[in-house]
C-alpha cells in the first residue's frame, strides 16, 4: 500500500519551544491532510494542501507541502500545553487514505 | 449536534466470540470508514464505503466483517478469526469519497481479549 513516513516519532519541549513533524512519500501525492489526536480522544482534521508549494497557516500552526508534492510539514511556534498530543498526516491513494505513524508531542510547563 | 457516534466505548470479548462495534453518523455522509489503532501507532484501514449497499476491504481486513445497509449506520463484527484484537478501533465519515474530503471520526470503541 501507499507509504508515508513520518518523522520523528515523538518530541519532546519545553513550553515556548517550536516543533515541526514531517511527512514523506516516495510518489507524487494528489494532496495531503493533517490531523491531531489529544491523548484519549480521536482524530481531528486540521488542514488540507493540495498546491505544489502551498504554505497554510493556523495561528502557530504551519503547514507546508513541497514543491514536488512528495513531503510536508507541520510546524508550531511557541507551543503550548494545549498543544499535546499526536499529529498524523494523511495521504489518499487507489480510493483509500493512509495513515502516517504519527509524531507524538510531549509539552512541558 | 451533527456527528459520528461509536458504541460501546468498551469492549470485551471472550474467546472464540463474535463481537459487533457499532458506528452511526446524522451527517449525511455517503463515504464511511473502520479504522484500527495499536498503542503508539496510526491509524490501519479496515474496511470503507462509498455508498450504501457497498463496502471494500482495506489493508488489515481479514478477521472483520461489515455491512452497509442504511446510509447512516456502518457496524463493524469483529470475528473470531481475528485472533489479535486488542485495539482502538476508530470510525469515520466524509462528505463523499475522494481525496478532498476531510473525515469525521467517532470518539472511538476499545476491545480488549478476555
Known amino acids: 500500500g501507499q507509504q508515508v513516513m513520518q518523522i520523528p516519532q515523538y518530541q519532546h519541549v519545553q513550553e515556548g519551544e517550536d516543533f515541526t513533524t514531517y511527512c514523506n512519500s516516495s510518489t507524487t501525492l494528489s494532496n495531503i491532510q493533517w490531523y491531531k489526536q489529544r491523548p484519549g480522544g480521536h482524530p481531528v482534521f486540521l488542514i488540507q494542501?493540495?498546491?505544489?508549494?502551498e504554505v497554510k497557516k493556523q495561528k502557530r500552526l504551519t503547514f507546508q507541502f513541497g514543491e514536488a508534492k512528495k513531503n510536508s510539514s507541520l510546524h508550531i511556534t511557541a507551543t503550548q500545553t494545549t498543544d499535546v498530543g499526536t499529529y498524523f498526516c494523511a495521504v489518499y491513494n487507489f480510493n483509500k487514505f493512509y495513515f502516517g505513524s504519527g509524531t507524538k508531542l510531549n509539552v512541558k510547563p | 449536534d451533527g456527528g459520528i457516534t461509536q458504541s460501546p466505548k468498551y469492549l470485551f470479548r471472550k474467546e472464540g466470540q463474535n463481537v459487533t462495534l457499532s458506528c452511526e453518523q446524522n451527517?449525511?455522509?455517503?463515504?464511511m470508514y473502520w479504522y484500527r489503532q495499536d498503542p503508539g501507532q496510526g491509524l490501519r484501514l479496515i474496511y470503507y464505503s462509498q455508498i450504501v449497499n457497498d463496502f471494500q476491504k482495506g489493508d488489515i481486513a481479514e478477521g472483520y466483517s461489515v455491512s452497509r445497509e442504511k446510509k447512516e449506520s456502518f457496524p463493524l463484527t469483529v470475528t473470531s478469526a481475528q485472533k489479535n484484537p486488542t485495539a482502538f478501533y476508530l470510525c469515520a465519515s466524509s462528505n463523499s469519497p475522494g481525496a478532498n474530503q476531510p473525515q469525521h471520526f467517532g470518539d472511538g470503541t476499545r476491545l480488549s481479549i478476555l
Open positions: 451527517l449525511n455522509h455517503d463515504a
Open positions: 494542501l493540495v498546491k505544489s508549494g
